[in-house]
């Protein structure tokens, strides 16, 4: 098992897709993860550090988790099958040890919540791992500072009230 940290988000532009980036200290390679637009949109407010009134569903499940006297320790993203990543949120429940399979971009986001460790194996390193050269890691985190330091959360709650009201339409695109 090897750690890994979120770098960030960036955006795939050849496939219009949003994509977490793992880093792996010590290491000139980065983990890519593409993930869907609702998820990219859940990481940042972790990242963030954003609070809502109300629990968001991240927030929700790990509440749930909390009320059966669950404590989340780590996520391991454990296997590549398909070119789809798999993971498992590891809990800990009356001194039981849990293995929660679930998305890999979910257990991220729970993760970043939580502060937890996030874990991988070296085969899924040397498979999937990519180099970075420098101008390109320091362009991407410019873009994410920039998509971090430009989101409003005056916009997002007034979203997320539109999509309650009805009055949301079609974000398709968006």
């Known amino acids: 098992m090897k750690e890994v940290k979120v770098k960030g988000l960036a ?4 496939n219009n897709t949003p994509v977490v980036i793992l880093e792996i200290p010590n ?5 890519p993860i593409w993930i869907g637009s609702c998820e990219a949109f859940a990481l940042s407010l972790a990242i963030q550090k954003a609070e809502f ?19 989340a320790e780590k996520l391991f993203i454990d296997s590549l099958e398909d070119n789809t990543y ?5 809990l800990k429940v009356d001194d039981k040890t849990m ?16 502060a937890l460790p996030i874990y991988t194996t070296e085969e899924i390193i040397k ?13 991407e985190e410019r873009e994410f500072k920039d998509f971090v330091e430009h989101l409003d959360i005056d916009q997002i ?9 009805g009055e949301g339409g079609s974000h398709e695109g968006n």
Do not use: W
């Open 11 to 14: 955006f795939d532009k050849r």
């Open 27 to 31: 290491s000139p390679l980065v983990l």
């Open 53 to 71: 009134p109300r629990p968001l569903t991240h927030d929700l499940i790990l509440n749930v988790i909390s009320a059966f006297n669950g404590v």
């Open 86 to 90: 798999r993971a498992k949120l590891i």
């Open 99 to 114: 293995e929660i399979d679930c998305r890999p971009s979910d257990g991220i986001i729970m993760a970043t919540k939580k």
């Open 127 to 139: 498979e999937s791992g990519i180099r970075i050269e420098d101008q390109a890691e320091q362009t």
């Open 157 to 165: 709650r007034k979203y997320f009230e539109n999509e309650k009201k």
